[in-house]
């Protein structure tokens, strides 16, 4: 057995068959650096803070230094506008680092918004939220144990998310021609919630409540429709439509058959001449990142005009 000092505490290390256990309650320290935290203006913790809503912050704020005793608790309120990506933070400011814990809040006495343990780094905390509503957030530090104290800083960071694509609903912009095969990739983290299937008797066989864009393709009756679509970091799930306003009552073709990163694929061949429009989506609630597309249109051949026999004896008369 040994001890080892985290945030000036004593843990109880032992190891078996030369495996080491350490506090589950701890993640080891990782090499991590928040990188730019858009610091505009350095204040000191102004105590006391040990209550709600404790000390007042604004966006861009450092807090440092900071201390937290054992069992203390460090709140700070903020303002924000809806929409706003919030991310704030705990690190080390040079002195006895510590296990801190973060909670986010809407309002004293309400239940927690956002939480983190070791998000940041070592084994400081990190959260980023997006607020729903503008207003005023509240934010808890603490140890993550009772006994847990030092030293931090706090860091505040507030951005206006970029907007969505522009193929983000139906766009006739974008579109995939017919006769024509390639490949396309993107990003709809920044994209909203537009279009869905029925659930389990939509034509994925599942629902579609993730980030999800748009392709415009008009088809000819007989026209294949070969494509595969893969959610590098989430689950994919696609499915073409005819009417944007009803993309659970207009689906024609869907694929919801596989996990996080792997490919789905549809193969369809158009029953009638007219618009259709690709939704490229995901399954998971308010999900979705980077994707590829990889697709092929292929148009059938021209029909060949024939004559019967009669016909072309006929015109040599």
Same mark, same amino acid.
């Given at each position: ?55 007042? !912050? ?27 990506? !919030? ?39 990190? !959260? ?6 503008? @207003? ?45 095969? @390639? ?15 029925? @659930? ?8 579609? /409540? ?9 088809? /000819? ?19 073409? !439509? ?23 694929? &549809? ?6 001449? @007219?618009?259709?429009?690709? &939704? ?38």
């Amino acid at each position: 057995m040994r001890l080892v000092k985290v945030c000036s505490s004593l843990v109880l290390v032992g190891t078996l068959a030369g495996v080491a256990y350490a506090d589950p309650g701890n993640v080891e320290p990782k090499s991590w650096s928040y990188g730019d935290r858009g610091t505009t203006s350095v204040i000191p913790e102004a105590e006391p803070n040990d209550t709600c809503p404790g000390q007042a !912050i604004a966006c861009g704020d450092e807090v440092n230094p900071a201390v937290l005793s054992a069992g203390e608790e460090d709140w700070y309120y903020f303002t924000v506008n809806a929409g706003d990506e !919030i991310t704030i933070g705990t690190d080390s400011n040079g002195g006895t680092d510590c296990d801190t814990y973060l909670e986010l809040y809407f309002g004293c006495g309400t239940t927690a918004v956002a939480t983190n343990d070791d998000g940041g780094p070592g084994l400081y905390s990190l !959260i980023t939220y997006t607020a729903p509503v503008g @207003g005023e957030y509240q934010a808890k530090v603490r140890g993550f144990s009772s006994t847990s104290a030092g030293d931090y800083l706090l860091f505040l960071d507030c951005a206006v998310p970029p907007p969505p694509p522009e193929n983000d609903r139906c766009n006739d912009n974008y579109a995939i021609d017919r006769c024509t095969g @390639g490949s396309l990739e993107g990003d709809v983290s920044t994209a909203t919630n537009d279009y869905v299937t029925a @659930g389990a008797s939509g034509c994925t066989g599942y629902s579609a /409540n993730g980030r999800d864009v748009a392709y415009r393709m008009d088809l /000819n009756a007989g026209d294949v429709v070969d494509l595969v679509y893969t959610q590098l970091q989430a689950d994919a799930s696609f499915y073409i !439509i005819t009417d944007c306003g009803n993309s659970a009552g207009s689906c024609v073709a869907g694929a919801d058959g596989t996990l996080t990163g792997e490919p789905e694929v &549809i193969n369809y061949v158009a029953g009638a001449t @007219g618009t259709y429009w690709l &939704i490229l989506d995901v399954y998971g609630t308010d999900t979705g990142g980077p994707w590829t597309l990889d697709y092929n249109v292929t148009c059938p051949p021209n029909p060949v005009e024939t004559s019967s026999w009669g016909q072309v004896k006929s015109n040599f008369r």
